[in-house]
C-alpha cells in the first residue's frame, strides 16, 4: 500500500485546518511550485545554451523565424 495520500484525503485535511492555516499552505505551496517552475526554465536555458555551442542550432531573426513558419 502506498504511503502517499490520495488527492481527496489532502484536500479534507485542508479543510480540517483552521483558516491562517490554510492560508499559509497556499502561500507555502505556490512558493514551491514558483520554484520548481524556475529551476525547470533554468534547465531549459541551459540546454538550449548547449545545442547552441554544438551546433544543433543557429540565432535566427523574428523574421527569420516567420518565414520559416509561414514557408
Same mark, same amino acid.
Given at each position: 500500500? +502506498? +504511503? !502517499? !495520500?490520495r488527492f481527496d484525503e489532502v484536500l479534507e485535511a485542508i479543510d480540517? !485546518? *483552521? +483558516?491562517e492555516? &490554510? @492560508?499559509t499552505l497556499i502561500a507555502i505551496v505556490e512558493r514551491r511550485r514558483i #520554484? /520548481? /517552475?524556475? #529551476?525547470?526554465v533554468a #534547465? @531549459?536555458? &541551459? @540546454?538550449a545554451r548547449q545545442e547552441l555551442q554544438t551546433g544543433g542550432c543557429r540565432p &535566427?531573426? *523574428?523574421a527569420d523565424l516567420m518565414k520559416e513558419i509561414l514557408s
Open positions: 500500500m +502506498s +504511503s !502517499l !495520500l480540517k !485546518l *483552521p +483558516s492555516d &490554510q @492560508e #520554484a /520548481r /517552475r524556475r #529551476a525547470d #534547465a @531549459e536555458v &541551459q @540546454e &535566427q531573426t *523574428p
